[in-house]
């Protein structure tokens, strides 16, 4: 699985950007997705993830009510809506695939990242 993540610029606090992640797997839909972030020098970060089918989301409580996450099966593409956006949400951010499913606790693949700065 092969993953293209995109969307990734400079905003102003309280502006938005949409990410997106492309998938090269074939079986895209049966595999949850999420988005990560991480800073120089700080651990990875949980940002939201999606079941295959999209009907599950969770979310990290630092980005509840600004960000969304969606997908696209057809397009074999994953989303992060980001509204409001924060200068702590610069970031690069990262998407990452389960393809063991929604229960799964491995994300086993990953994309290159898309670098998000938010100016204040």
């Known amino acids: 699985v092969q993953l293209q993540a995109s969307g990734g610029g400079l905003v102003q606090a309280g502006g938005s950007l949409r990410l997106s992640c492309a998938s090269s797997g074939r079986t895209f839909s049966t595999y949850a997705m999420g988005w990560f972030r991480q800073a120089p020098g700080k651990e990875r970060e949980f940002v939201a993830s999606i079941s295959g089918s999209g009907r599950m989301t969770s979310y990290a409580d630092s980005v509840k009510g600004r960000f969304t996450i969606s997908r696209d099966n057809a397009k074999n593409t994953v989303y992060l809506q980001m509204n409001g956006l924060k200068p702590e949400d610069s970031d690069v951010y990262y998407c990452?695939?389960?393809?063991?499913?929604?229960?799964?606790?491995?994300?086993?693949?990953w994309g290159q990242g898309t670098q998000v700065t938010v100016s204040s």
């Open positions: 990452a695939v389960k393809s063991g499913g929604w229960l799964s606790s491995n994300y086993d693949y």
